[in-house]
């Protein structure tokens, strides 16, 4: 069966300071990878998708990047924190056909001091 | 514009009740429908899914029904327990034409608060 893992579950940063959070996805093979933000009491905000090594689609204007060095494996990052960075961030995996439901992480609490 | 919206923010039901959360999409062009189900720190979980062609799915205790004419799904949960309770979102599927992936649209969830 599939897992994904995320880490760390929480994280806390001075604003300025860079960041890398990383998730694996294990079980599967070609994978669509997805990071998200949710803010408190709200929905989920797509921020990055991968349909492949190397490709990266963004979503949003914003202080993050996201790499996909390996297969299963998708990097969230920064150079410079923001306040604004805080959040609950998830990432997820779909199989590549049309219409097949996302997996999410557990995702990781980032708390901006 | 694209969006999914949700009726009730907070739903309080009687353990045993059922329960019916609901879901309005404004996007005709989706065709792919999912429910999740978010407990407190934990990320969603996937519940039951439809696509557009079909009107009602059911699963284990729950039931997903669609109704593209006025653009609204609702998750049917039979018996409510304890441990149901949790953040329910609605998610709308949008078509990538001409890319490889699709797009979840989310709503803002409903909590859905079970009494004992």
């Known amino acids: 069966s599939q897992t994904i893992h995320q880490w760390p579950a929480t994280l806390v940063q001075p604003v300025g300071s860079p960041l890398s959070l990383e998730c694996t996805v294990e079980?599967?093979?070609?994978?669509?990878l997805y990071w998200y933000r949710q803010a408190a009491g709200r929905g989920l905000q797509l921020l990055f998708y991968?349909?492949?090594?190397?490709?990266i689609s963004s979503e949003v204007p914003q202080n993050l990047s996201a790499s996909r060095p390996q297969d299963r494996q998708f990097i969230l990052s920064s150079k410079k924190l923001l306040l604004s960075d805080s959040g609950f961030y998830l990432c997820?995996?779909?199989?590549?056909?049309?219409?097949?439901?996302?997996?999410f992480g557990d995702g990781t609490r980032l708390s901006i001091l | 514009g694209e969006s999914v919206g949700l009726h009730l923010p907070t739903l309080s039901v009687q353990e045993g009740d059922n329960s019916i959360i609901n879901c309005a999409y404004s996007?005709?062009?989706?065709?792919?429908f999912i429910w999740y189900k978010q407990e407190s720190g934990k990320g969603p979980q996937f519940i039951i899914d439809?696509?557009?062609?079909?009107d009602k799915r059911q699963g284990q205790r729950v039931t997903v029904l669609l109704n593209k004419t006025v653009k609204h799904l609702s998750l049917q949960i039979a018996a409510t327990q304890p441990g149901d309770s949790a953040v329910y979102f609605c998610a709308e599927n949008i078509p990538h034409y001409g890319g490889a992936t699709n797009k979840l649209i989310f709503g803002t969830g409903t909590l859905l608060a079970v009494q004992p």
């Open positions: 079980g599967t093979s070609n994978p669509n």
């Open positions: 991968s349909v492949g090594i190397g490709q």
């Open positions: 439809i696509r557009s062609n079909m």
């Open positions: 997820a995996w779909s199989h590549r056909a049309d219409n097949q439901p996302q997996h």
């Open positions: 996007n005709s062009a989706s065709d792919y």
